[in-house]
């Protein structure tokens, strides 16, 4: 098993420009969580997934950010346009119905620099 | 809602020292008790869960922790200590049957050789 795939690993952009975040969750698994995690905050909930649908949005910080899931093997996070404060490591994560009590498995990250 | 606290958000030990990690979390239902490790510079790994039975759970790496309900609490312990564990732990809890998993700031951990 692959694991959880994140891409690109490390990104750096400046203030403005679009970003484009992109998972693929484990094999079989139906939930699909994006995460925030910063020195501040520590680590948030933007929005999670369940077969392909958003469920909850409610942590997703402002309408610069977008997320989809087009197939169950696919998410994207969109950030548009970029500001210095997005600037953080950005986690996936997956989970399945009945598979350890609702144990998530992540990825190993995205790191967001934004000049 | 669902919260989760964790109470000390620095930790420093040496080596062979004993652990223990606060976490206390706010929900009035039946839930499922996480802690997650992430050690420098990699994802978040499971480390232990609890979700019924006996409240004195164990773990990969030596780590334990134990469910107090009463105390709305799950520490998390370890008796011995060792440079490798330095990382950053966070509690987590989701409702029973829930998905949306509600994390603690984190607790670092740094173990001097």
């Known amino acids: 098993d692959a694991g959880v795939i994140q891409s690109p690993r490390h990104e750096v952009t400046e203030m403005g420009q679009e970003v484009t975040l992109r998972c693929k969750p484990i094999?079989?698994?139906?939930?699909l969580f994006w995460y925030r995690q910063t020195m501040m905050r520590g680590l948030e909930l933007l929005i999670y997934?369940?077969?392909?649908?958003?469920?909850?949005d409610s942590g997703m910080p402002e309408d610069r950010f977008s997320a989809k899931m087009p197939n169950a093997s696919f998410s994207t996070l969109k950030i548009q346009p970029s500001e210095p404060r997005d600037s953080a490591v950005y986690f996936c994560?997956?989970?399945?119905?009945?598979?350890?009590?609702?144990?998530?498995?992540f990825g190993p990250g995205t790191r967001l620099t934004v000049l | 809602a669902q919260s989760v606290s964790q109470h000390n958000h620095h930790v420093i030990l040496s080596e062979a020292a004993s652990l223990e990690l606060g976490c206390n979390y706010s929900?009035?239902?039946?839930?499922?008790l996480f802690w997650y490790v992430q050690y420098p510079g990699q994802h978040l790994q499971l480390l232990l869960k609890?979700?019924?039975?006996?409240?004195l759970v164990k773990g990969i790496k030596g780590f334990e922790a134990e469910f107090i309900k009463s105390k709305f609490s799950f520490n998390l312990r370890k008796p011995s200590v060792q440079w490798s564990d330095t990382a950053e732990y966070f509690c987590?809890?989701?409702?029973?049957?829930?998905?949306?998993?509600?994390f603690g700031a984190g607790t670092r951990l740094f173990v001097k050789a």
């Open positions: 994560a997956s989970s399945r119905r009945g598979g350890g009590h609702n144990e998530q498995f």
């Open positions: 094999s079989g698994h139906d939930y």
């Open positions: 997934f369940n077969n392909n649908v958003p469920i909850d």
């Open positions: 929900y009035g239902g039946t839930v499922n």
């Open positions: 609890y979700f019924s039975g006996d409240p």
């Open positions: 987590a809890v989701n409702a029973n049957g829930g998905f949306k998993t509600i």
